[in-house]
C-alpha cells in the first residue's frame, strides 16, 4: 500500500501520476523549504523585537518594504503583505504608536494616505539589518561569494515564481 506524505493514501493530497511530484529532488526541495521558512519566522520574531520589544512578529516585513521601497501607500503595503485593509489599518496604528512610521494625506488622492519610516525607525531597521546581513556573514564565511551569489538568484527565481 503506498501513502502520501500526509499519512493518508487516495484523496486530495495525493500525487497526480506522472506529475514528478514524488521524484526524490521535489521530496528534498519541500524538506529543505519547510525547514528554512520554520526557522524564517522564528527569525522574524527575534528580528522584529531587536526593533522594538513590542513590535509584532507581522509587522517586521513592512517595516522592511518601507526601509526598502521609501514611502507608499498603505493600499499597496496591504497588497504586497497580502492583508486587508482593517488588519493594515491595524498594524499602521501600532507601528505609529511606538513611533517607527508615520502617515500623511497623499498629495495626489486626499483619500489614500502615505506611510513611511520615522528617522527611528529607519535607525531601528537599518541596526537590525545590518546585524541579520551580519550573521548570514558569518554562517557563510566558508562559502564561495560566487555560491552566494548564485543561492539568492535560485531563490529569486523561485520568488518569482511563487507569484504566478
Known amino acids: 500500500m503506498h ?3 500526509n499519512g493518508g493514501g487516495s484523496g486530495a ?17 519541500e524538506r529543505e523549504l519547510t525547514v528554512l521558512l520554520r526557522r524564517a519566522r522564528a527569525n522574524q ?30 493600499t499597496e503595503l ?14 499602521l496604528r501600532a507601528l505609529e504608536d511606538l513611533g517607527l512610521v508615520t502617515r500623511a494625506p497623499d498629495p495626489a488622492d486626499g483619500r489614500a494616505w502615505l506611510v513611511e519610516l520615522t528617522e527611528e525607525g529607519r535607525s531601528r531597521v537599518g541596526r537590525v539589518r545590518d546585524a541579520r ?27 518569482l515564481g511563487m507569484e504566478k
Open 13 to 29: 493530497g495525493s500525487a497526480l501520476p506522472g506529475s514528478g511530484v514524488d521524484q526524490p529532488e521535489f521530496l528534498a526541495l
Open 78 to 91: 496591504a497588497a504586497y503583505i497580502g492583508v486587508g485593509k482593517a488588519t493594515m489599518s491595524r498594524q
Open 45 to 74: 520574531g527575534e528580528m522584529a523585537r531587536e526593533v522594538h520589544p513590542d513590535l509584532e512578529s507581522s509587522a517586521y516585513g513592512l517595516l522592511v518594504r518601507l526601509d526598502e521601497h521609501g514611502r507608499q501607500r498603505a
Open 133 to 159: 546581513r551580519a550573521r548570514y556573514a558569518g554562517r557563510l564565511a566558508d562559502w564561495d561569494p560566487r555560491e552566494v551569489s548564485e543561492l539568492a538568484r535560485l531563490l529569486n527565481q523561485l520568488n
Open 3 to 5: 501513502e502520501d506524505a
